[in-house]
């Protein structure tokens, strides 16, 4: 139990592109979710939290209209990185939860290279 | 934010107990005590989670002192697989919001 998928796993984009990450809960409902950057060799910098039918909470520092986070239902949530810059090249992880006082579940993560 | 400290790497051989140890001296009487596991290019798997005392499953254990300003995860006998990102959470029981991923400790395993 407690699976948590992403797609796709790998995406390679030319730099202004938008990419779209899925997330989403295989077994059972997620009433949060969260979405992780991390970069080589470094630790998961937590990017904003999600909660189903409201709006991301973003970490400080994290551009909201760069990194679009929908949560529509209680089994999926997206990331879409907008205009996508070199700099923005890394490993994407999303977790989620049965609710805020619960466990996460991560993702195997998305790893996006930007050209 | 409940800050973790961890040693930043340990070695080990096959077959022997690994203990890692956390250091969090700011954890509020709610916090919970998250340790996770990640290996390249995967998302972090959940070990363990306990609040106070000692858990047990069927990977790990969980010391916890009195004070729980402290936390030792123990991995009995472990092999070349176990090698692998290890990470100390402290806050609810979600691990995340209240709390921030540390450092983590990277654990090699030897034969």
């Known amino acids: 139990g407690a699976v948590v998928s992403q797609h796709p796993s790998r995406v390679i984009c030319k730099s202004g592109t938008s990419v779209k990450i899925e997330c989403r809960s295989l077994?059972?409902?997620?009433?949060?979710m969260f979405w992780y950057r991390q970069f080589p060799k470094q630790s998961l910098m937590l990017m904003a939290t999600?909660?189903?039918?409201?709006?991301?909470?973003?970490e400080q520092g994290v551009e909201k209209d760069k990194f679009l986070i929908n949560h529509a239902s209680l089994t999926l949530s997206t990331l879409t990185v907008t205009s996508a810059h070199p700099e923005d090249s890394s490993f994407y992880i999303c977790s989620a939860s049965p609710g805020l006082q619960e466990t996460q579940y991560f993702g195997p993560g998305t790893r996006l290279l930007v050209l | 934010l409940a800050k973790t400290t961890q040693p930043i790497s340990m070695d080990s051989y096959e077959g022997q107990e690994v203990n890692i140890t956390c250091s969090h001296n700011?954890?509020?009487?709610?916090?919970?005590i998250t340790w996770y596991q990640q290996f390249p290019s995967q998302g972090p798997r959940f070990i363990i989670q306990?609040?106070?005392t000692k858990v047990t499953n069927e990977v790990a254990s969980l010391f916890i002192p009195a004070d729980r300003k402290s936390s030792t995860l123990s991995l009995p006998r472990v092999s070349l697989s176990d090698t692998a990102v290890y990470y100390c959470?402290?806050?609810?029981?979600?691990?995340?919001?209240?709390?921030?991923f540390g450092d983590g400790t990277t654990l090699t395993v030897k034969p």
């Open positions: 077994d059972f409902q997620a009433t949060t």
């Open positions: 700011n954890i509020a009487t709610n916090d919970y």
């Open positions: 306990g609040y106070k």
């Open positions: 959470l402290v806050g609810d029981h979600s691990g995340a919001g209240k709390s921030t």
């Open positions: 999600s909660n189903e039918g409201s709006k991301a909470t973003y």
